[in-house]
């Protein structure tokens, strides 16, 4: 996996599982990893306007806020319902037959 990769909105959000406004709001807000230094995506604009977002960044960002104690998908409200939380790594991408 190319940590490096740039993906659109929509596609980081489906590798994330997070909503597409998910991925803006970490871009224009960042987010806290638990060091507590203030995080932001690194993304690059295309020739037609358009954001890439770096992967290994999305995948951080994904990570640091479903640990976080203020996080609606973390995992001590996964527990106390019973369920497991959802690995990002095996999100269902469309098309994909493994998924």
């Known amino acids: 996996m ?3 990769a740039f993906l659109t909105r929509a596609q980081a959000a ?6 597409p406004d998910a991925i803006g709001k970490w871009r224009a807000r960042g987010w806290l990893p638990p060091d507590g230094a203030r995080r932001h ?3 690059r604009r295309c020739g037609d306007g358009t ?10 960002a ?7 104690g203020h996080s609606r998908r973390g995992t001590s409200r996964c527990r ?3 369920q497991r939380p959802r690995s990002p790594a095996r999100a269902a991408v469309p098309g ?4």
């Open 62 to 68: 994904e990570r640091d806020t479903r640990m976080s």
């Open 80 to 82: 106390a319902s019973g």
């Open 41 to 43: 995506l690194r993304v």
């Open 51 to 60: 954001l890439r977002y770096r992967l290994g960044d999305i995948l951080e």
């Open 96 to 99: 994909d037959a493994g998924g």
């Open 14 to 19: 489906m590798v994330t599982g997070v909503s």
């Open 2 to 4: 190319d940590l490096d």
